[in-house]
């Protein structure tokens, strides 16, 4: 279709601006000169790009000329085809995908999106189709997979959430480079640390609260209660129950005189410790609830318990598949991680041994005022069903 062209070579020479105010006048394809008070001339082209109206600038008048301008403009005009609407940066869609979710999301869960992509601070700057995968590789480096890989991998999956929307909007290609599929031969693995445990089969944390509505429907079952205790603790089975062996006591069980009803807190010695070192567990409400409705048959909480007593529960009674005592423990951190808690914090409350010099620096005092608070919003979260 040829462009019909308006202005002439003389009318461009003796434009004025009109009333003193910044004015145009227009030829063809949306192509005009822009006249200022000052006296200054420039030529512009007008393009909508998606919501948007951009102004892009061709040159002063009369350093380029009518002519120029209209070849100027069809060129700028194939560029523009060529590379079409401007996309939205990485940190403008997460912004706006954090504020879509946020209304079904717990406000610490809402914090925890904004301030791990937050730091994503050269992906926020670059346009969504723009984004490969070095790029991520860059914002996520082998440094800090090492350090947080929990927290790095859950950031991936965030990445990947992102740009899974900017796909379905059309601002880039099918193609997903947070994917971990292209991300997992490249991490390292994780190093084991030397009291981790081995692994055990654990429950989604998701599935938990059902699981303890189920304990709580056997109303007179002494191992229902201690595993619910466990579970709400975050404690390793034979520090709740002991371990005897061929009647051999490997372990003492845990005793009433453990208990700070006053400081609310579970005080272990670290004779009871897998690592030698006595560990002080936070009692929540339905925790400390739990404690006091239980009777008093002897120094030991759960007086006569078997350490084989849980598993008996879940396998044998419960016909619990995919799952470990132990595995709670696992469901525990992921869920307490997905929440947004800082993984030295979590590890403390698991007694684990701390990996590094940054996660120890938070075994100085044992951090209980800012375990209270996880341990709480963890219990809230595995009743909710009950």
Same mark, same amino acid.
């Given at each position: 279709m040829k462009e019909r062209f308006r202005l002439k070579a @003389?009318? $461009?020479?003796t434009a004025k601006c009109k009333d003193? #105010?910044?004015?145009y006048i227009w030829d063809g394809g949306s192509l005009g000169l822009r006249l200022a008070p000052t006296g200054s001339r420039s030529w512009i082209l007008r393009k909508r790009l998606g919501d948007k109206v951009n102004e892009y600038g061709l040159g002063s008048y009369p350093t380029v000329s009518l002519a120029e301008a209209r070849t100027k403009a069809a060129a700028r005009r194939i560029e523009l085809s =060529?590379?079409?609407p401007a996309r939205p940066t990485f940190g403008k869609l997460a912004a706006l995908i954090i504020d @879509? #979710? *946020?209304?079904?999301? *717990?406000?610490q869960t809402v914090q925890d999106w904004r301030t791990t992509l937050g730091r994503l601070t050269t992906l926020n700057k670059t346009p969504v189709d723009k984004i490969d995968v070095p790029a991520i590789r860059a914002a996520l480096p082998i440094e800090q997979w090492q350090q947080y890989p929990v927290q790095t991998k859950?950031? =991936?999956a965030r990445i990947a959430l992102v740009l899974n929307a900017a796909i379905a909007d059309g601002h880039r290609d099918p193609f997903n480079p947070a994917k971990w599929d292209m991300h997992k031969a490249w991490v390292p693995a994780r190093p084991k640390a030397a009291d981790e445990d081995n692994h055990h089969p654990a429950m989604p944390w998701q599935d938990v609260p059902l699981f303890i509505q189920s304990l709580r429907m056997r109303k007179d079952d002494l191992a229902a209660r201690a595993l619910e205790f466990l579970i709400l603790t975050g404690a390793r089975t034979d520090e709740v129950t002991g371990k005897v062996i061929k009647g051999e006591v490997r372990k003492a069980p845990m005793t009433w005189s453990e208990i700070d009803w006053e400081g609310r807190l579970w005080r272990i010695p670290g004779s009871r410790m897998k690592r030698g070192v006595r560990h002080v567990v936070p009692l929540s409400e339905p925790a400390i609830h739990l404690l006091q409705s239980l009777p008093r048959r002897g120094p030991a909480v759960f007086e006569g318990l078997s350490h084989k *007593?849980?598993? $008996?529960?879940m396998r044998r009674q419960l016909k619990v598949v995919g799952a470990s005592p132990h595995g709670f423990r696992s469901a525990f951190f992921d869920w307490a991680v997905a929440q947004g808690y800082p993984e030295p914090?979590?590890?403390?409350?698991? *007694?684990? #041994? =701390?990996r590094d010099a940054v996660e120890a620096a938070y075994n100085r005092s044992n951090r209980v005022p800012e375990r209270i608070p996880l341990m709480q919003a963890w219990s809230e979260h595995v009743t909710a069903a009950t």
């Amino acid at each position: 279709m040829k462009e019909r062209f308006r202005l002439k070579a @003389r009318e $461009v020479a003796t434009a004025k601006c009109k009333d003193g #105010k910044v004015t145009y006048i227009w030829d063809g394809g949306s192509l005009g000169l822009r006249l200022a008070p000052t006296g200054s001339r420039s030529w512009i082209l007008r393009k909508r790009l998606g919501d948007k109206v951009n102004e892009y600038g061709l040159g002063s008048y009369p350093t380029v000329s009518l002519a120029e301008a209209r070849t100027k403009a069809a060129a700028r005009r194939i560029e523009l085809s =060529l590379t079409g609407p401007a996309r939205p940066t990485f940190g403008k869609l997460a912004a706006l995908i954090i504020d @879509r #979710k *946020a209304p079904g999301m *717990a406000t610490q869960t809402v914090q925890d999106w904004r301030t791990t992509l937050g730091r994503l601070t050269t992906l926020n700057k670059t346009p969504v189709d723009k984004i490969d995968v070095p790029a991520i590789r860059a914002a996520l480096p082998i440094e800090q997979w090492q350090q947080y890989p929990v927290q790095t991998k859950h950031t =991936l999956a965030r990445i990947a959430l992102v740009l899974n929307a900017a796909i379905a909007d059309g601002h880039r290609d099918p193609f997903n480079p947070a994917k971990w599929d292209m991300h997992k031969a490249w991490v390292p693995a994780r190093p084991k640390a030397a009291d981790e445990d081995n692994h055990h089969p654990a429950m989604p944390w998701q599935d938990v609260p059902l699981f303890i509505q189920s304990l709580r429907m056997r109303k007179d079952d002494l191992a229902a209660r201690a595993l619910e205790f466990l579970i709400l603790t975050g404690a390793r089975t034979d520090e709740v129950t002991g371990k005897v062996i061929k009647g051999e006591v490997r372990k003492a069980p845990m005793t009433w005189s453990e208990i700070d009803w006053e400081g609310r807190l579970w005080r272990i010695p670290g004779s009871r410790m897998k690592r030698g070192v006595r560990h002080v567990v936070p009692l929540s409400e339905p925790a400390i609830h739990l404690l006091q409705s239980l009777p008093r048959r002897g120094p030991a909480v759960f007086e006569g318990l078997s350490h084989k *007593a849980f598993d $008996v529960l879940m396998r044998r009674q419960l016909k619990v598949v995919g799952a470990s005592p132990h595995g709670f423990r696992s469901a525990f951190f992921d869920w307490a991680v997905a929440q947004g808690y800082p993984e030295p914090l979590v590890n403390l409350c698991l *007694a684990h #041994k =701390l990996r590094d010099a940054v996660e120890a620096a938070y075994n100085r005092s044992n951090r209980v005022p800012e375990r209270i608070p996880l341990m709480q919003a963890w219990s809230e979260h595995v009743t909710a069903a009950t």
